[in-house]
C-alpha cells in the first residue's frame, strides 16, 4: 500500500488529469442528492479488500463530484463562495505532496517564512505595527474563538495582576449583525454576549457603546467584536469610533473581517476601514475572497505575546520546541498540527504580486455594483440596500419565503445558478455575494431574468 508501483502510476496519471482539467474548466455548478441516491450509485464503498484506485477514482469522478455544489463556479453567489486562482490551486496539490507540518520554527521554518510574509501583507494592508503577527488557521470560526480566548486571557491577566479578583461573568460586547460564530465562540467560552443595536445600516458604533458604558462599563468585558464586513449584508462596523471607546477603557478590540478584510486591498472603499489599524485582534478568511483554496483564515495580533500566553501547549515531548524564542504558529491559535495553508495563497500572491490582488477586488465590487444597478432597475426587484462592498441584497414584489425556495431550488436543478435566500430586518430576501472576479454582469443579468 505504500510503494509507488505501476498501479499507482497509473491512476496517479488520472488524478493530475483530473484535477488539471478541474482548474482549467469553467467550473460546473452541480448540485446535492439524497443519501439514498447516493448510496444506490456509489454503494458501500469501505470493503475489506478495497476498490482499488481506479474504481475509488471512478466513483468520485462520476458520482459524488456532480453531487457537490463547486463553490468556484461565477453562477454561485449563496453565503460566501469563493474564486481561487490557478496558481493557489495548483500549489495546494504541491502542499499536499510536501507532507510539511508548519507548527513549529523548527519542523517548518521555510514555509513559516512564507506565510509570514503574507500575513504581513495583510497586516500592512490594515495598518498594524511591525510588532503583530499570527497564525493561519482553518476558518474565521477558529480565528474568532482563537483571538477572543487571547482577549479574554489578557484581561483575566491584568485583573490578577490587579489583585481584582475574577468577575462573576466575562463578557464581550458584539452588535446583532455580529456572525454566528462569535456567538458560538461565546458559548464555547461560557462568557455572556451583550448584543449593542446598530445604527440604521446595522453597524456597530462608538456612540451606541458610550450610551452603553454612560454608568461604566460592566464588570467582566473582555473585548468589543467589531465586524468589518458584515456575512449578511457586508456592512462594516464604525471601526474609527469603536476603536476610540475601547482605547478610552482599555478593552481589547476584536476585528472580524472574515469576509469584508480583502477590500481592504481596494482603494476605493479602504475609508471604510479606518480605525481597523487599532485592532487587537483581526480575521480575514483568503479562503473567501483572497483567491485562496479551503481553507485559509488569518488570524494576527497587534501583540502576539498575549495570544501565546494562553495558546501555547505544554508537554514533555513539546519542550524542545520552545527551546528557543522562535517563531512557532501553533503558539497563537487553539491548535498544535497545521496543514501548511496559508502557503497557496502565498505563492499565488509572490507568483502575481499585490496589484493584481487589488484589481480583483475592485472587479468583483464593480460587479456588485453593476448588479445593484439591474435589480434598481428591474421592474419586479427592490434593492435593499446600496451595498458597501460585495453583497447585494434585494427582493422580489409580492414573493415569500416560500417563492423564494422554490426559486432557488428551481434555478440550481436548471443549472443557472445557486443564490440562497435570507432574511433582512425580519423579512426574506434574496442575496448576491460576488467575491469571484469571473462572476461577470452577464452572468447577473441572466439570474435577474428568471425573476
Ligand atoms: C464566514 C464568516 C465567518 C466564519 O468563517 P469560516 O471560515 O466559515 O469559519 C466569521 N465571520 C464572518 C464575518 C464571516 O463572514
Known amino acids: 500500500m505504500h510503494s509507488y508501483d505501476a498501479a499507482v502510476d497509473r491512476v496517479a496519471d488520472k488524478m493530475v488529469a483530473y484535477a488539471t482539467d478541474r482548474i482549467r474548466m469553467d467550473p460546473p455548478l452541480d448540485g446535492f442528492r439524497s443519501p439514498e441516491e447516493l448510496l444506490a450509485d456509489a454503494g458501500q464503498t469501505i470493503t475489506a479488500r478495497g476498490l482499488g484506485g481506479d474504481e475509488a477514482l471512478r466513483i468520485f469522478t462520476d458520482i ?13 453567489l449563496s453565503f460566501v463562495p469563493s474564486g481561487p486562482t490557478p496558481a493557489a490551486v495548483l500549489f495546494d496539490l504541491v502542499v499536499s505532496a510536501s507532507c510539511v507540518c508548519p507548527e513549529s520554527w523548527q519542523e517548518g521554518s521555510g514555509v513559516i517564512f512564507a506565510e509570514n510574509q503574507a500575513l504581513r501583507w495583510l497586516a500592512d494592508l490594515a495598518g498594524l505595527p511591525e510588532s503583530a503577527g499570527g497564525v493561519f488557521v482553518s476558518g474565521g470560526s477558529a480565528g474568532n474563538l482563537s483571538g477572543l480566548v487571547a482577549a479574554r486571557e489578557t484581561a483575566m491577566r491584568a485583573r490578577d495582576a490587579a489583585g481584582l479578583g475574577r468577575p462573576a461573568r466575562w463578557s464581550l460586547v458584539t ?51 467589531t465586524t468589518a464586513g458584515t456575512t449578511n449584508v457586508g456592512v462594516v462596523d464604525d471601526l474609527a469610533g469603536v476603536a476610540a471607546v475601547c482605547q478610552e477603557h482599555g478593552i481589547w478590540m476584536h476585528v472580524d473581517a472574515a469576509y469584508g478584510g480583502a477590500a481592504l486591498a481596494a482603494p476605493s472603499v479602504r475609508a471604510i476601514f479606518d480605525g481597523i489599524e487599532h485592532a487587537d485582534s483581526l480575521v480575514i478568511d483568503p479562503h473567501k475572497w483572497l483567491f485562496s483554496p479551503y481553507d485559509c483564515a488569518a488570524l494576527i495580533y497587534r501583540n502576539p505575546q498575549l495570544a501565546k500566553q494562553v495558546h501555547t501547549q505544554k508537554a514533555a515531548y513539546l519542550d524542545v520546541l520552545q527551546a528557543n524564542d522562535e517563531w512557532n504558529p501553533s503558539d497563537y491559535a487553539y491548535h498544535l498540527t497545521r496543514r501548511a495553508r496559508g502557503l497557496p495563497f502565498w505563492f499565488s500572491l509572490a507568483t502575481h504580486g499585490t496589484q493584481a490582488y487589488s484589481n480583483a477586488v475592485e472587479t468583483t465590487l464593480a460587479t456588485a455594483h453593476r448588479a445593484a444597478e439591474l435589480v434598481d432597475a428591474h421592474p419586479d426587484l427592490q434593492l435593499c440596500m446600496t451595498p458597501e462592498l460585495s453583497v447585494v441584497v434585494f427582493r422580489r414584489n409580492g414573493w415569500t419565503l416560500k417563492n423564494y425556495e422554490a426559486w432557488s431550488i428551481d434555478v440550481l436543478a436548471r443549472n443557472i445558478a445557486y443564490v440562497v435566500p435570507t432574511v433582512h430586518e425580519g423579512q426574506p430576501a434574496l442575496r448576491f455575494c460576488i467575491v469571484n472576479p469571473t462572476t461577470s454582469v452577464s452572468h447577473i443579468r441572466a439570474i435577474l431574468a428568471t425573476l
Open 175 to 225: 452588535s446583532y449583525e455580529a456572525h454566528s460564530s462569535v456567538k458560538l465562540a461565546a458559548r464555547v467560552m461560557d462568557v455572556e454576549v451583550i448584543t449593542v443595536p446598530g445604527d440604521e445600516r446595522g453597524r456597530l458604533t462608538g456612540a451606541a457603546l458610550r450610551t452603553l458604558f454612560a454608568d461604566g462599563v460592566p464588570d467582566g468585558v473582555f473585548a468589543i467584536s
Open 64 to 76: 459524488l463530484a456532480p453531487a457537490t455544489i463547486s463553490q468556484d463556479s461565477p453562477r454561485n
